[in-house]
């Protein structure tokens, strides 16, 4: 079946270590995005990445990284330098519309990362 | 700089009832497209429906009716014979190009 996997579903870390979530999809998107998502609140674009081998900085880019090699997987680390990084994490996909607008994106089913 | 608002944090409704989930957007740009997610407690986020900002017509999608109303900037969810699976939150979302931007969410509640 299409469809954009992440894993775990579960993370649990040491203050002071990087993570990396992965984010892996099979239908063909060429642009994905990174969501952090914080108790009763919106979406907020961590990354994002239209092609291969490029990617934007989002609204909350600090302390993050992210690498595009291949088109299927777009992996986030969460560094150290991330003051606060316990959060539902959110990896999606998605097609150019018309008229330079995007189509629906689609998503994974999320990570949820602790951090003690 | 484009801006979702969602006035309503949480809502009730009896079940078979219909629902109106409300949206209001700030945009420049004249091409866009708006959205509407749902987020059960499992955390998925799932894909309603579609408005592009050049549709005449509001959009439709089984239950789920999205109420466009350009003028006002309003692109409000009409969700029709609420079951007790619609209870969830629900999102709204613009997307004038690459970027999307998503609202704050109402938390719909479907009772019995």
């Known amino acids: 079946d299409g469809g954009i996997t992440q894993s775990p579903k579960y993370l649990f870390r040491k203050e002071g270590q990087n993570v990396t979530l992965s984010c892996e999809q099979n239908l063909n998107h060429d642009a994905m995005y990174w969501y952090r998502q914080d108790p009763g609140q919106g979406l907020r674009l961590i990354y994002y990445s239209q092609i291969v081998n490029d990617f934007q900085k989002g609204d909350i880019a600090e302390g993050y990284s992210v690498s595009r090699e291949k088109k299927e997987s777009f992996p986030l680390t969460v560094t150290s330098a991330q003051k606060n990084p316990t959060a539902f994490y959110l990896c999606?996909?998605?097609?150019?519309?018309?008229?330079?607008?995007?189509?629906?994106?689609?998503f994974g089913p999320g990570t949820r990362l602790t951090v003690l | 700089a484009q801006k979702i608002t969602q006035t309503q944090p949480g809502m009730f409704v009896q079940e078979k009832e219909a629902v109106t989930l409300d949206c209001t957007y700030d945009?420049?740009?004249?091409?866009?497209?708006l959205f509407w997610y749902k987020q059960p407690s499992s955390g998925e986020m799932i894909f309603l429906i579609y408005?592009?900002?050049?549709?005449?017509q509001n959009a439709t999608e089984g239950r789920y009716s999205l109420n466009f109303q350009k003028a006002r900037k309003s692109a409000n969810l009409v969700i029709s014979a609420s079951q007790l699976g619609d209870s969830a939150m629900y999102f709204c979302?613009?997307?004038?190009?690459?970027?999307?931007?998503f609202g704050a969410g109402t938390r719909l509640f479907v009772k019995a």
């Open positions: 979302a613009i997307s004038p190009g690459f970027k999307t931007i």
């Open positions: 999606a996909s998605g097609t150019p519309g018309l008229a330079g607008t995007y189509n629906e994106q689609f």
């Open positions: 408005q592009g900002s050049y549709d005449e």
């Open positions: 945009t420049s740009d004249q091409s866009y497209g």
